[in-house]
């Protein structure tokens, strides 16, 4: 090829990359638009965008709710909710009549985003509470998912990520784009009443690993996450819903509560919620949601995040519980803004919120340049998320899918802690006779009793409603145990509750080998008497958590979950250390792997050594033990395999990373390359590449740094 031909085809290359690299990014039109979008826009349809809250209805044009809607909002249907305000997103909620099923959530979804097409024709963020476990707003047929403590007792951020990818979908499908989820608050206060079992742990390495690969994996769907609740909401023990908490925030036990939400940053977290609670050292006047220094010094400046910033629900009580300082919709409405909310959540009086925020533009507190920084960041995440364009969503088939309730039954197993087995109670055996099963309402005994009788166990029945057995009911239990090999016990808050407490005491002196399965927190333990034989940790109480606890008590499953919180007594003597729990599985220490850096790419690879136990995954996907090809930032981690008979010795390395250098070999100089015909020096080809290569790559960030 002569060099006139070879510089052309140089050329055509170099320019079809360059406009791949523009189309692959934000184009400038999309920004030019969001700006004509924004600026066009009236103040009242600006606060409208930053509006989001919940409608009552199953349909867009749903009257069966009209008296709730025109209540709260002066309408009758959630389509005209939508219309009245311009409004930048919804809440589904069920008691709001929004979740009946999949197939009704999507058609609310698309009615929805079609009354939105009126006014600024902005599309709608569409946006539930679903954290797996006790907070779940959508119900069966979606996936059942255990909570946050469930998943940090397993501490696999593969079982984490997968857990976001389940979320991310089945939400995709029926048209919700915005997940209130995950929690990165550590649970380190065992009296907090709001967080417990939502948080994924106490310890700020482990919570902010698996944080981060929740986000990925449900932005991977893209469904975007939420990190709440910022700086931390998990040293409480007053519940923000009723009233406002206060912490000191010491600047150690602060630096921990923010690692959660670091990685959340790191991880490319869209939206991270305020908490309504004062950490004294930071403001000790307002309230997170309120409070310049948390949310545009310390989230904002500190943190370096971009994204979007939203208050949690404004209809919580924290805020109208300030000392010395009453506040009203409208004061709450302004304050947040100001502080740097992008997004004021679920007000509970919108006329009254805009009415507040109209004065405040006339008296200068806020100003028309505030609103659009705000809704200018809106608008362009929704076309950055794909909702903007109608991004193609998976379809309802997704929705509980076999694949799917694989994934929340391995979290529920793999959570299951065997915190104390003396005598080696467990596994129970079939041929010893019936086992009794027992325990306090609230932590759903019943739902046990199928699973074990699907184990091979017999089981005899003596339940009771309510939280607080009766002395009838404590008297049937015992005698009722007189004639069981077992007895499995389920309680729920047992610290808190004496009758329950007595019971335990009771069956363990009856000579019967008690299980007791701790449903709630597992800070339970620390209630639990000596004489108990064996305990177990669920994390919770819903059929898929009662599942893992059934496949631990017959044996099919062997346990290997830890916990992820420490439990002291009163006096502070450590009962049960974070990260302990007795396993039956084979320990094993994964080899580290090797990576081969030689000048050039063509022989870099990452060498996966064979050991029995682990596997070994490179962006989810298991590698076979030898000599695979890699380019790049590798990042390989290890982990049991399969997880039902081995666990990672604790401490144990599991991850390496590397990145690989692309620099070729050096020729020697004193022999430089020969030069084709026509370039004597052989530099003209490469030197016009690398200028057009560096010319795109300056645009395709140029273009970025406009969009944000």
């Given at each position: 090829?002569?060099?006139?031909?070879?510089?052309?085809?140089?050329?055509?290359?170099?320019?079809?990359?360059?406009?791949?690299?523009?189309?692959?990014?934000?184009?400038?039109?999309?920004?030019?638009?969001?700006?004509?979008?924004?600026?066009?826009?009236?103040?009242?349809?600006?606060?409208?965008?930053?509006?989001?809250v919940h409608v009552y209805g199953?349909?867009?044009?749903?009257?069966?709710?009209?008296?709730?809607?025109?209540?709260?909002?002066?309408?009758?249907?959630?389509?005209?909710?939508?219309?009245?305000?311009?409004?930048?997103?919804?809440?589904?909620?069920?008691?709001?009549?929004?979740?009946?099923?999949?197939?009704?959530?999507?058609?609310?979804?698309?009615?929805?985003?079609?009354?939105?097409?009126?006014?600024?024709?902005?599309?709608?963020?569409?946006?539930?509470?679903?954290?797996?476990?006790?907070?779940?707003?959508?119900?069966?047929?979606?996936?059942?998912?255990?909570?946050?403590?469930?998943?940090?007792?397993?501490?696999?951020?593969?079982?984490?990520?997968?857990?976001?990818?389940?979320?991310?979908?089945?939400?995709?499908?029926?048209?919700?784009?915005?997940?209130?989820?995950?929690?990165?608050?550590?649970?380190?206060?065992?009296?907090?009443?709001?967080?417990?079992?939502?948080?994924?742990?106490?310890?700020?390495?482990?919570?902010?690993?698996?944080?981060?690969?929740?986000?990925?994996?449900?932005?991977?769907?893209?469904?975007?996450?939420?990190?709440?609740?910022?700086?931390?909401?998990?040293?409480?023990?007053?519940d923000s819903h009723t009233g406002?908490?206060?912490?000191?925030?010491?600047?150690?036990?602060?630096?921990?509560?923010?690692?959660?939400?670091?990685?959340?940053?790191?991880?490319?977290?869209?939206?991270?919620?305020?908490?309504?609670?004062?950490?004294?050292?930071?403001?000790?006047?307002?309230?997170?949601?309120?409070?310049?220094?948390?949310?545009?010094?310390?989230?904002?400046?500190?943190?370096?995040?971009?994204?979007?910033?939203?208050?949690?629900?404004?209809?919580?009580?924290?805020?109208?519980?300030?000392?010395?300082?009453?506040?009203?919709?409208?004061?709450?409405?302004?304050?947040?803004?100001?502080?740097?909310?992008?997004?004021?959540?679920?007000?509970?009086?919108?006329?009254?919120?805009?009415?507040?925020?109209?004065?405040?533009?006339?008296?200068?507190?806020?100003?028309?340049?505030?609103?659009?920084?705000?809704?200018?960041?809106?608008?362009?995440?929704?076309?950055?998320?794909?909702?903007?364009?109608?991004?193609?969503?998976?379809?309802?088939?997704?929705?509980?899918?076999?694949?799917?309730?694989?994934?929340?039954?391995?979290?529920?197993?793999?959570?299951?802690?065997?915190?104390?087995?003396?005598?080696?109670?467990?596994?129970?055996?079939?041929?010893?006779?019936?086992?009794?099963?027992?325990?306090?309402?609230?932590?759903?005994?019943?739902?046990?009793?199928?699973?074990?009788?699907?184990?091979?166990?017999?089981?005899?029945?003596?339940?009771?409603?309510?939280?607080?057995?009766?002395?009838?009911?404590?008297?049937?239990?015992?005698?009722?145990?007189?004639?069981?090999?077992?007895?499995?016990?389920?309680?729920?808050?047992?610290?808190?509750?004496?009758?329950?407490?007595?019971?335990?005491?009771?069956?363990?002196?009856?000579?019967?080998?008690?299980?007791?399965?701790?449903?709630?927190?597992?800070?339970?333990?620390?209630?639990?008497?000596?004489?108990?034989?064996?305990?177990?940790?669920?994390?919770?109480?819903?059929?898929?958590?009662?599942?893992?606890?059934?496949?631990?008590?017959?044996?099919r499953v062997l346990p290997t979950?830890?916990?992820?919180?420490?439990?002291?007594?009163?006096?502070?003597?450590?009962?049960?250390?974070?990260?302990?729990?007795?396993?039956?599985?084979?320990?094993?220490?994964?080899?580290?792997?090797?990576?081969?850096?030689?000048?050039?790419?063509?022989?870099?690879?990452?060498?996966?050594?064979?050991?029995?136990?682990?596997?070994?995954?490179?962006?989810?996907?298991?590698?076979?033990?030898?000599?695979?090809?890699?380019?790049?930032?590798?990042?390989?981690?290890?982990?049991?395999?399969?997880?039902?008979?081995?666990?990672?010795?604790?401490?144990?390395?599991?991850?390496?990373?590397?990145?690989?250098?692309?620099?070729?070999?050096?020729?020697?100089?004193?022999?430089?390359?020969?030069?084709?015909?026509?370039?004597?020096?052989?530099?003209?080809?490469?030197?016009?590449?690398?200028?057009?290569?560096?010319?795109?790559?300056?645009?395709?960030?140029?273009?970025?740094?406009?969009?944000?």
């Amino acid at each position: 090829m002569t060099s006139s031909r070879r510089t052309a085809a140089a050329l055509a290359a170099a320019t079809a990359l360059l406009l791949a690299l523009g189309a692959a990014g934000p184009s400038a039109t999309a920004t030019t638009d969001v700006e004509d979008v924004v600026a066009a826009m009236s103040e009242d349809e600006l606060v409208g965008q930053m509006t989001w809250v919940h409608v009552y209805g199953s349909g867009a044009e749903d009257r069966s709710r009209a008296a709730e809607n025109r209540a709260r909002y002066g309408v009758d249907t959630p389509a005209d909710v939508v219309r009245k305000y311009a409004l930048g997103g919804v809440l589904y909620f069920a008691w709001a009549g929004n979740t009946d099923s999949p197939e009704q959530v999507a058609d609310l979804s698309a009615g929805l985003q079609e009354a939105a097409s009126a006014g600024p024709g902005v599309p709608l963020a569409i946006t539930v509470d679903q954290e797996g476990g006790e907070v779940s707003r959508l119900g069966h047929p979606v996936t059942d998912l255990p909570g946050g403590m469930a998943l940090g007792a397993t501490f696999d951020p593969q079982l984490a990520r997968g857990q976001g990818e389940v979320l991310g979908a089945e939400l995709a499908a029926m048209g919700v784009n915005v997940d209130w989820a995950p929690v990165a608050d550590l649970n380190t206060n065992p009296d907090n009443p709001v967080i417990g079992l939502r948080s994924l742990g106490a310890d700020p390495a482990t919570v902010s690993e698996l944080t981060a690969a929740q986000i990925q994996g449900l932005q991977s769907q893209h469904v975007a996450a939420a990190a709440k609740h910022f700086p931390g909401h998990g040293d409480t023990d007053v519940d923000s819903h009723t009233g406002l908490p206060v912490v000191a925030g010491d600047p150690a036990e602060l630096a921990a509560h923010l690692e959660p939400f670091r990685a959340a940053v790191a991880a490319g977290v869209d939206i991270v919620m305020s908490a309504h609670i004062v950490v004294e050292s930071i403001d000790p006047d307002m309230p997170g949601t309120l409070s310049p220094a948390v949310l545009t010094d310390l989230l904002r400046g500190d943190l370096g995040f971009e994204g979007l910033v939203t208050t949690d629900a404004l209809d919580m009580a924290a805020l109208k519980q300030l000392p010395g300082n009453p506040l009203d919709d409208g004061d709450i409405a302004v304050l947040a803004i100001q502080a740097g909310s992008d997004i004021l959540l679920a007000p509970p009086d919108v006329d009254a919120a805009l009415a507040g925020v109209r004065e405040a533009l006339a008296t200068g507190e806020l100003t028309r340049e505030r609103l659009e920084e705000s809704v200018t960041r809106i608008l362009e995440w929704k076309v950055e998320r794909g909702i903007w364009d109608g991004a193609e969503r998976p379809g309802l088939d997704v929705v509980g899918s076999p694949d799917h309730r694989a994934v929340a039954a391995a979290i529920a197993e793999r959570a299951v802690t065997l915190v104390r087995d003396e005598g080696a109670v467990l596994p129970l055996d079939p041929a010893a006779g019936p086992v009794l099963l027992a325990g306090a309402g609230s932590a759903w005994p019943e739902r046990l009793t199928p699973l074990l009788a699907a184990e091979g166990l017999t089981v005899t029945e003596r339940l009771e409603s309510g939280t607080s057995p009766s002395r009838g009911y404590r008297a049937a239990v015992r005698s009722a145990a007189e004639g069981a090999a077992a007895v499995v016990l389920a309680v729920d808050d047992l610290r808190a509750d004496a009758a329950q407490q007595a019971l335990v005491t009771e069956l363990a002196a009856s000579g019967t080998p008690v299980v007791v399965v701790l449903a709630g927190t597992p800070y339970d333990y620390a209630a639990v008497p000596g004489e108990v034989a064996a305990v177990l940790a669920s994390y919770g109480t819903s059929t898929v958590s009662h599942a893992g606890v059934a496949g631990v008590l017959s044996g099919r499953v062997l346990p290997t979950g830890r916990l992820p919180v420490e439990v002291t007594a009163p006096d502070g003597t450590v009962l049960a250390a974070l990260g302990s729990g007795v396993r039956r599985t084979e320990e094993v220490t994964p080899a580290a792997v090797t990576f081969t850096d030689l000048p050039g790419t063509q022989d870099d690879a990452v060498e996966v050594p064979d050991v029995p136990g682990a596997a070994y995954l490179l962006d989810g996907q298991t590698l076979t033990p030898g000599t695979h090809p890699a380019e790049g930032t590798v990042v390989v981690t290890a982990q049991a395999d399969p997880p039902s008979a081995y666990h990672l010795a604790d401490g144990a390395d599991a991850r390496w990373e590397h990145t690989f250098d692309t620099a070729e070999a050096t020729p020697d100089a004193a022999e430089p390359a020969p030069a084709e015909d026509g370039d004597p020096a052989g530099w003209l080809l490469p030197a016009i590449v690398a200028t057009l290569l560096a010319a795109a790559l300056a645009l395709a960030a140029r273009t970025l740094h406009r969009r944000r």
